[in-house]
């Protein structure tokens, strides 16, 4: 089922490339439409894996870059939807698409340990993949950032220039990015832990929660990722990191939130089966 919005998304890349190429309003429109379709079916597919197994959209690796997916759409079509400006889907939707083939090609097991049937556990995780979500487009935005900054370094305004957002719009919208994603990690961290510790209690010998600890891959990396954004912040509001910094800071706590999601989630022996 994956594969509905999978190909909204494709559509709506070609379509968000055309804009990007041609500033045709008409072309911008069929873009966003295909996105708020592909959106909207995604909703449908996840809501029918979750009702259809009655489970939590976020039990294996891949239903969560799935769901991961879905929520940074969500985001993007927010962040479009209020200021207007298109010209950052040619750089976000190709993400969402290349990440989107990863649940339709492997769509994972559906099977998952009763310890997960938490609303604890449906917190914490959707908490965090909020963040991430957030912090995609953070990093995005970071990215375009560098870029629109380096066309006018070079004092030759071309083809960036006339069509990406100013550098204080970008830095605005990296800032905002950034403090609401890290006020999910947070969140999600802090419920993880409650969660650990209320069902250690109720099942003591659980080999999975033995395992949970600092040592565990993706424990450590989520760790990782609250020290370099809370840096981000405090280095933006005690430092003066803005601009360039701050944009650099996001695009690497986005690489770090991809670590995470890929091959720490398929190719790294962990404790965490989502």
């Known amino acids: 089922m994956n594969i509905i919005p999978l190909g909204f998304y494709c559509f709506a890349v070609a379509a968000y490339a055309f804009y ?4 045709d309003l008409t072309a911008g429109r069929i873009a966003t439409t295909l996105l708020l ?35 940074l759409a969500l985001a993007y079509l927010y962040t479009e939807l209020t ?30 340990d009763p ?3 938490s609303p604890w556990f449906w917190v914490h995780m959707l908490s965090l993949l909020l963040a991430y979500a957030s912090f995609a487009l953070a990093g995005v935005i970071g990215l375009i950032y560098l870029l629109q900054f380096k066309e006018i370094k070079k004092k030759h305004l071309g083809f960036l220039y ?7 719009v ?10 609401f994603g ?8 802090i419920v993880g832990i409650i969660w650990a510790t ?24 989520a760790m990782l990722t609250w020290l370099v954004y809370s840096f981000a912040l405090v280095a933006r509001q005690m430092m003066g990191w803005h601009g360039r910094r701050a944009a650099w800071l996001a695009v690497l706590g986005f690489g770090i939130v991809l670590l995470n999601f890929l091959p720490i989630s398929y190719f790294v022996t962990t404790s965490h089966s989502f």
């Open 20 to 23: 990007f190429a041609k500033r």
């Open 37 to 71: 379709f592909g959106a909207l079916g995604h909703t449908f597919v996840i809501g029918m894996e979750t009702t259809e197994v009655w489970n939590s959209p976020f039990s294996n690796p891949s239903q969560a870059i799935s769901t991961f997916v879905w929520l």
């Open 83 to 112: 200021t207007d400006e298109r010209a950052m889907g040619v750089f976000i939707l190709p993400v969402l698409l290349v990440l989107q083939i990863v649940p339709t090609i492997n769509p994972g097991s559906s099977k998952t």
């Open 115 to 117: 310890l997960l049937d």
């Open 162 to 168: 006339t069509r990406l957002p100013s550098l204080q």
């Open 170 to 179: 970008l830095d605005v919208m990296n800032s905002r990015s950034v403090i």
């Open 182 to 189: 890290w006020t999910f990690l947070t969140a999600g961290l």
């Open 198 to 221: 209320q069902v250690r209690a109720a099942a003591p010998s659980n080999p999975l929660l033995e395992a949970f600890s600092l040592g565990d891959p993706k424990i450590f990396v």
